[in-house]
């Protein structure tokens, strides 16, 4: 065989570009798959697949003409019941199917944290009308954080202060939602000190640990992260602890962002991706392999060697404001001139904009976390979307 191993990546934006490159340096073949042309991972693949992966007919037909050894899903809007049957009939889906049903489903995830782990997380009820919504807030106190069970990058999310919002909250929930089950989860605001993602890597040979990625979040979505971020040892080890508890449960080989609130020495479970995660963007300054590399070699099946830091690293994203088809990047110089430290950009090549639309990183590394901050801030601030006349 000409490859090491033939995959079928499902989602193309800019976390399965780094995925990409970090297979094919191991001799991957990688066929991309997106609903839209020109996706960042696309770009760098050795083929791809346009169509909508919600689409069972057309996700089981592209598995089928490509017979892949591994099935990367690299979003959450996949139809996860395909994945379950083709894993039936022997295709290896990463981490596991079932790893994919359950967090595509904030409900499913959290019942398996909170009931079947009994791990501690937010107080929280489901709702599916505007009564249980209400319901739910009573239940969990205000303010309460409203969210689609189906959704991410804060789709739909909002917090709610006061009892006369929930109306607008629940609202604007069904309308941002992904999928067809008109379903919300009413979590209780977690007034925490800092958050966390415990990149966790599950291999053959173990369980492995990054060091933990602080990061900052406005509508729901990452603004910045940074690596290392000071924690007590015993929160550390207590996060650990549950991060293992989930990835073993959840099942197979790959990297998993595990979101903790921690508030002094408590560490309350939030959510989970099985699969590289976008406050990780950091590790591709900040580690000897970054979380792409990392999901590539578990994947694989290979060893996992210790993961050093490099030294104290930050991300900032640079976020488009509009809609446009036609725009071009300005001051990558002046971004990458930032002085105090080692700067890097990724610049995503989407090929449309949108507001909020995440189009790029700066990547920064300093003598502190708090230089490595505020360099690749200014760095992305640095960098102008030209949307033209
Ligand atoms: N119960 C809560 N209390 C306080 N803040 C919260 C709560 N739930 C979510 N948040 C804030 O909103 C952010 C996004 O929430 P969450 O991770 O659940 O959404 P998401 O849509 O799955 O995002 P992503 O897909 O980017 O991980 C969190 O990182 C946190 O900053
Ligand atoms: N929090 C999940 C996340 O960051 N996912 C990343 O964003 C892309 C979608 O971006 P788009 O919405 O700009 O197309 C996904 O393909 C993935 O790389
Ligand atoms: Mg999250």
Not at 5 to 10: G, K, T, V
Not at 169 to 182: E, F, I, L, T
Not at 205 to 215: L, Q, S, T
Request: glycine share 8%; aromatic share 6%; hydrophobic share 45%.
């Amino acid at each position: 065989m000409t490859f090491t191993a033939r995959i079928l990546l499902l989602g193309s934006g800019e976390l399965g570009r780094e995925f990409v490159i970090s297979a094919k340096r191991l001799g991957c073949h990688v066929i991309a798959c997106d609903s839209y042309a020109g996706a960042p991972a696309m770009q760098v693949a050795d083929g791809f697949e346009i169509f909508s992966m919600l689409d069972a007919d057309l996700l089981r037909a592209a598995i089928e003409r490509h017979r892949p050894d591994f099935v990367v899903p690299e979003i959450e809007a996949i139809r996860t019941e395909v994945l379950a049957e083709m894993e039936a009939e022997g295709v290896t889906i990463v981490p596991s199917a079932r790893a994919t049903i359950m967090t595509m489903n904030r409900d499913r995830i959290r019942e398996v944290a909170a009931t079947e782990l009994g791990l501690r997380t937010s107080r929280y009820r489901y709702a599916e009308t505007l009564e249980e919504v209400r319901a739910g807030a009573a239940h969990t106190g205000l303010p309460c954080v409203i969210k689609p069970v189906m959704s991410s990058s804060g789709k739909g999310q909002s917090t709610v202060k006061t009892a006369d919002d929930l109306e607008r909250a629940w609202d604007y929930a069904v309308a941002n939602m992904r999928g067809d089950r008109k379903r919300v989860i009413v979590e209780e605001f977690v007034d925490f000190d800092y958050e966390i993602t415990l990149l966790t890597v599950r291999a053959r040979d173990g369980v492995h640990f990054c060091p933990p990625i602080g990061h900052r979040q406005e509508r729901g979505d990452y603004q910045e992260s940074w690596q290392p971020t000071p924690m007590s040892r015993a929160a550390l080890a207590a996060a650990e602890d549950m991060a293992r508890k989930v990835v073993d449960d959840l099942g197979g080989y790959g990297i998993f962002g595990v979101e903790f609130f921690v508030k002094g020495e408590e560490v309350i479970f939030s959510e989970l991706s099985p699969r590289p995660h976008d406050t990780g963007m950091v590790t591709l300054v900040s580690q000897n392999l970054n979380e792409f590399d990392l999901h590539a070699r578990a994947i694989l099946g290979l060893p996992i060697p210790e993961i050093r830091l490099y030294g104290p690293s930050a991300s900032a994203v640079i976020l488009a404001d509009r809609d446009a088809g036609d725009f071009r990047f300005e001051g990558l110089g002046d971004a990458l001139a930032v002085p105090g430290g080692e700067v890097d950009l990724r610049i995503f090549a989407k090929p449309v904009t949108r507001p909020n639309r995440r189009m790029g990183v700066a990547l920064a590394r300093a003598g502190s976390v708090e230089d490595a901050r505020r360099i690749a801030a200014e760095a992305a601030g640095r960098v102008r979307i030209d949307y033209g006349a």
